[in-house]
């Protein structure tokens, strides 16, 4: 790790994808202390309980997981955690329970909000509305409702 530079490098051929790869934190101004004790800890406990070898592709599911929840797109975090394939990336980008009640929280949010807010289109005037239900059926091979 270059702290003074504030990136982490991983050189070509230590990586999963025998790829290397850069993560700028620059940015990120609390992360190098936050590295720096993380490493002070693990060394601790690598003396501790003689538990070595651990490496930073063991953090991945983490790293990815909290690019996810920071709104992060896609294509920038598989840059940043040096996945080629969303395959492999999906792999790593686990949904929790939390992150469920989460998406409904915010589609809760989303029918609450004002009838005239763009792009909203109340549920119930939605599921009520006979001409509502007439188009809707009708995108879908269904028979229209009278």
Request: proline content about 5%; charged content about 25%; some cysteine.
């Amino acid at each position: 790790m270059y702290f003074a530079e504030s990136v982490v490098r991983l050189e070509p051929g230590v990586t999963s994808n025998r790829e290397g790869g850069e993560f700028p934190f620059a940015a990120f101004p609390a992360l190098p202390e936050l590295l720096k004790a993380q490493r002070e800890r693990t060394a601790t406990l690598e003396r501790k309980d003689s538990v070595s070898g651990r490496l930073v592709h063991d953090l991945r599911r983490t790293g990815v997981r909290n690019l996810e929840r920071a709104g992060v797109s896609r294509s920038v975090a598989m840059k940043l955690t040096g996945h080629k394939t969303e395959a492999v990336y999906r792999r790593y980008a686990i949904t929790s329970a939390a992150d469920l009640r989460e998406c409904v929280g915010k589609l809760s949010a989303l029918h609450d909000a004002p009838v005239g807010s763009p792009s909203v289109v109340p549920i119930t005037s939605a599921l009520h509305s006979s001409s509502t239900i007439g188009r809707l059926s009708s995108t879908r091979g269904v028979p229209r409702a009278t």
